[in-house]
């Protein structure tokens, strides 16, 4: 697995080579939106997936789930282990 530094080695050598698209799952998103910002100026498309950037830092992104599905989904689940009864509490 790559680290933020072997990621940045690696989108570089990308947008050296002037690629139409480059798809990329952010390990670092503070450290990466910039240099995926630069990549955006010099036209090359830019998607994430799984893991993404900070919004300036690429074009789309693709996740497997829509988060507010998921967090429905997330608390029904938890309601039925708990016999709907009891307390529970949700930060977001």
């Given at each position: ?6 990621q940045e ?84």
């Amino acid at each position: 697995m790559a680290n933020p530094a072997q990621q940045e080695e690696i989108i570089d050598t990308f947008k050296k080579q002037e690629v139409d698209v480059l798809a990329v799952s952010v390990i670092d998103p503070d450290r990466l939106t910039p240099i995926l910002t630069g990549v955006r100026r010099k036209g090359i498309t830019v998607l994430t997936w799984d893991a993404d950037s900070h919004p300036e830092g690429r074009d789309f992104f693709i996740n497997m789930v829509d988060a507010e599905k998921l967090a429905e989904h997330l608390l029904d689940s938890l309601a039925a282990q708990i016999g709907e009864e009891g307390e529970y509490g949700s930060n977001g």
